[in-house]
């Protein structure tokens, strides 16, 4: 039973398009997020939800628009799509305090042409 | 802002070496220390963490890492590495002050040689 589940695996599209990253975790917890990471490997934190409401906001482009429906989804949707944004897109849950571990998603391959 | 350091970039090994990855973070409180492990084409998944009490955390797959407040280090070890290792390791430091967010480092590429 997969506890972080994303769609799709891979997305492949063309700069200037829009696209969405969906994320669902039946897990049962508060609280959400996105990561993004490039081509080196490097994993940094985009945005983090609490109970449908944004907790973090790390510098991103207003382009990239988090989405939380209900505590069990996240998504990602992002407009104007250039060809830095090409990266694996990785959602994660967990409980609400500080320390506890994170549950991640396999990844979403984005790749803009 | 807490910063995590990997300075190991690329590591390779043939089996039954043992491991250690070093790691580490600037921030001057109390902080929450992980490491992920990242098997090839699959999401990243918990090997040990750090809250509190016992320095020396014992994890899954026979990995370990001790916590050096003195040294704001949190390195992992293995004594003896299989091919099945073979995987990038990320060390991530949660900041008491910073809420649940994680601050991860760059990521050591390790190879095992069969």
């Known amino acids: 039973d997969t506890a972080v589940s994303q769609t799709p695996k891979y997305l492949v599209t063309q700069m200037g398009n829009d696209k969405s990253i969906k994320c669902e975790q039946n897990?049962?917890?508060?609280?959400m997020y996105w990561y993004k990471q490039d081509s080196k490997k490097f994993l940094k934190i985009m945005f983090s939800?609490?109970?449908?409401?944004?907790?973090i906001n790390e510098t991103v482009p207003n382009r990239f628009s988090p989405k939380s429906p209900d505590k069990a989804h996240l998504n990602l949707h992002i407009n104007s799509l250039e060809l830095g944004d090409s990266a694996v897109y990785f959602c994660?849950?967990?409980?609400?305090?500080?320390?506890?571990?994170?549950?991640f998603g396999p990844g979403t391959r984005l790749t803009v042409l | 802002a807490q910063s995590v350091s990997q300075h190991n970039h690329h590591v390779i090994l043939s089996e039954a070496a043992s491991l250690e990855l070093g790691c580490n973070y600037s921030?001057?409180?109390?902080?929450?220390l992980f490491w992920y492990v990242q098997y090839p084409g699959q999401h990243l998944q918990l090997l040990l963490k750090?809250?509190?009490?016992?320095?020396l955390v014992k994890g899954i797959k026979g990995f370990e890492a001790e916590f050096i407040k003195s040294k704001f280090s949190f390195n992992l070890r293995k004594p003896s590495v299989q091919w099945s290792d073979t995987a990038e390791y990320f060390c991530?430091?949660?900041?008491?002050?910073?809420?649940?967010?994680?601050?991860f480092g760059g990521g050591t590429r390790l190879m095992v040689k069969p």
């Open positions: 991530a430091v949660n900041a008491y002050n910073a809420g649940n967010m994680l601050t």
């Open positions: 750090y809250f509190s009490g016992d320095p």
């Open positions: 994660a849950s967990s409980l609400p305090e500080a320390g506890v571990t994170q549950y």
């Open positions: 897990l049962g917890h508060d609280t």
């Open positions: 921030y001057g409180g109390t902080v929450n």
């Open positions: 939800y609490n109970n449908k409401e944004l907790i």
